[in-house]
Structure formats: structure tokens, C-alpha cells
């Protein structure tokens, strides 16, 4: 792809760690031009001020948020903003023909109701949440590649709904059953600063949050329910984690047939993951890291079945910034572009 037929790309929320992710990823993307960055607080402020380690590939300056400017200077545009200022935005971006892909909340709901009732913003936007398609990939790859507007998924629900996806699809597991027991490292939070995130609180310690309410259940439920064909409520409850990157879910759930073994899980979940590049399933007795996932876009799953209590186990690991966040929002632009939806995005992580 030559310079000249690079697609032009705006980050709206540019100094957060979703903004910075995109910002590296699209810098090293072969199809894309980053040609705007925007902020509030950061507005009038080079890049490379906030973040110096990125002097060397961008001198762009950080500019006041104007949807109109925007859309005369983007074919695309990331959303990277906290919940609630997407949708003051999207719409005119969307009018202007510009491809939207929102890293909140914002556009994930098929209901706005439940949006509403969970994250008490109201919205007027109805019309255009309405067009807005879920952007996982690997359950929601058709729609997405004639999407205009695509709601990224949050951290947790990634690495949650890759876990289930197979057993909901396939009906093998009573789907009510399901308990999600994830943890995340302190970078799920954000850059602002936050008692809770700082080194003395975080670290050599391991805290439960948002117990029976967590935002993100919500989520995980519309897509459990679209998976199992009916209303389905699941019980997730996360976890601070002392580490900076990674998210590791691990999902229980009652098995309809108790004669189901690992090998016969494995076999499946390797057929239904067979056209999902980015989702490596393990071998049986392998489980996953959140280290192997660092810094890549992949996510590790390891299936086991407990014979005593003819329960499903399925553990996975992803890095919650890049397959949990901006770099699945790169996936999604890919299959909207009819591109390979692995281009630019980073296959192996660092390790250790």
C-alpha cells in the first residue's frame, strides 16, 4: 500500500491509554495516515509532549474537538472518550460519511434503556444507535464489514464472550449456570489518577470491585442472550490485579451433558475458532497466561471439563488495551476496509 492510497484516520481521546494504544498501532498500520488528533484538557499541546517515547514518529498537535473539522479531514475516526461524549459527536461524523468506531460504551447496546439504566447518561440518539453494530469480530464479522458505525467491545466482555461463545452457540451448557471470575491489571482504569491504581494500594494485593453491579454485565447478557437465542443472566464478578497489562477470565458453567470430555471441547472450540486468526486455542492440560498475550492482539483459551461436578471450565487471557481495546477497534476498521484483519496489528507479544 503506497503512501498516496492510505486512508485518512482522526483519534478523538488521543492522551488516554486507549488514545496512545491507537496512536502506535495506526503509526506502524500500512493502510492508515493518522492525520488529526483531538482532546479537551490536552487541546493545543504536542503529542510528544504527553508522551515521549512517540517524538520519533508523529509531531502532530493535539487540537480542540470539532466533529465538523474532523469530518472534513477523516475517512475514519476513533472514539477513545469516556462514556457519554461518543454519541454528542458520532452522529455528525456519521453524517458527513465518516466510518465511526467508538472505544466506550456508548454504542454497544442494542437497547439504550439498559444503557441508560446502567450508566445513567441519557441519550437522544436513538436513530443512530440504532445502525451501530457490535464490533467482536469473531462472533460478529459479517455485519461488521458493512458497518459505518462500530461499538467496540469492553476489556472484560472480550475476554468473557470468547470464552462462552462456542458453549452458548452450540447449546451445551445450561447457559444461566455461567460464572465469570476475571482480573485485570491496573491499566483497565485509565490514565486519570485513581487512589485505588496507586503503587502503595495496587500492589502485592488482589481486590474484587464492582460485586454484583459492574457495567460491563450488561454487556456480557446482550450477547450471552443473542448466542443462546433467549434472556440469559450471568454472574461476573472482576478483579484489580498488581500487574500494568492483561486480563484473565475464567468462566464455570454446567454442562448439558455430563458425558462431554476436555478432548471433545477442545475439538470444538478449535472448530468453531478455525477462521479466527486472532484466538489460539491451547492444548488440552495448557492453560493461558496473560503474559503470552501482552502486547499482542491475541487471545489465549484453555477449555477443561471437572467430571465431578460436570461443569465446563474455559480460561482466557488477553491484553486488555490491545484485543481489549484499540487494537480490536483496528480488527474491526480491517474487515471494514475488506482487508486481512490481521494487518498491522501485533502477532507475539514480549516475553517475559
Request: charged share 20%; net charge negative.
Amino acid at each position: 500500500m503506497g503512501d498516496a492510497l492510505r486512508v485518512r484516520v482522526g483519534i478523538v481521546g488521543a492522551s488516554g491509554y486507549g488514545g496512545v494504544q491507537l496512536v502506535r498501532l495506526l503509526m506502524e498500520h500500512p493502510g492508515l495516515e493518522v492525520v488529526y488528533l483531538g482532546g479537551d484538557s490536552s487541546a493545543g499541546k504536542p503529542f510528544s509532549d504527553i508522551y515521549p517515547h512517540l517524538a520519533h514518529v508523529t509531531n502532530l498537535i493535539v487540537e480542540p474537538v470539532d466533529a465538523e473539522q474532523i469530518a472534513a479531514r477523516c475517512e475514519v475516526v476513533f472514539l477513545s472518550l469516556p462514556n457519554g461524549l461518543a454519541c454528542q459527536i458520532a452522529p455528525t461524523l456519521l453524517d458527513k460519511g465518516c466510518k465511526v468506531l467508538d472505544l466506550s460504551a456508548d454504542y454497544r447496546f442494542s437497547s439504550l434503556d439498559t444503557y441508560q439504566s446502567w450508566y445513567g447518561i441519557e441519550r437522544q440518539d436513538q436513530a443512530t444507535a440504532a445502525t451501530a453494530v457490535y464490533g467482536l469480530p469473531e462472533l460478529y464479522r459479517d455485519r461488521i464489514k458493512d458497518a459505518q458505525l462500530v461499538g467496540c467491545p469492553g476489556c472484560y466482555p472480550t475476554a468473557s464472550l470468547l470464552a462462552l461463545a462456542p458453549l452458548l452457540k452450540q447449546g451445551m451448557i445450561v447457559p444461566e449456570t455461567a460464572i465469570i471470575d476475571a482480573k485485570s491489571g491496573t491499566s483497565g482504569g485509565g490514565r486519570q489518577a485513581k487512589i485505588n491504581m496507586l503503587l502503595a494500594e495496587a500492589d502485592s494485593s488482589v481486590s474484587p470491585y464492582g460485586v454484583a453491579r459492574h457495567r460491563h454485565t450488561p454487556e456480557i447478557e446482550q450477547i450471552c442472550s443473542d448466542l443462546a437465542g433467549h434472556e440469559v443472566m450471568v454472574q461476573f464478578t472482576p478483579h484489580l490485579m498488581p500487574m500494568v497489562r492483561g486480563i484473565l477470565a475464567t468462566v464455570y458453567a454446567t454442562l448439558r451433558d455430563p458425558g462431554l470430555v476436555r478432548e471433545d471441547l477442545v475439538t470444538i472450540y478449535n472448530a468453531f475458532y478455525r477462521n479466527s486468526p486472532w484466538v489460539r486455542v491451547l492444548p488440552a492440560g495448557v492453560y493461558p497466561q496473560t503474559k503470552w498475550a501482552a502486547g499482542s492482539n491475541a487471545c489465549f483459551i484453555s477449555v477443561e471439563v471437572d467430571p465431578r461436578t460436570d461443569r465446563a471450565i474455559v480460561m482466557s487471557a488477553i491484553d486488555n488495551l490491545i484485543k481489549g481495546q484499540a487494537g480490536q477497534a483496528v480488527q474491526c476498521l480491517n474487515i471494514m476496509m475488506g482487508w486481512d484483519e490481521t494487518l498491522g496489528l501485533p502477532k507475539l507479544g514480549f516475553y517475559p
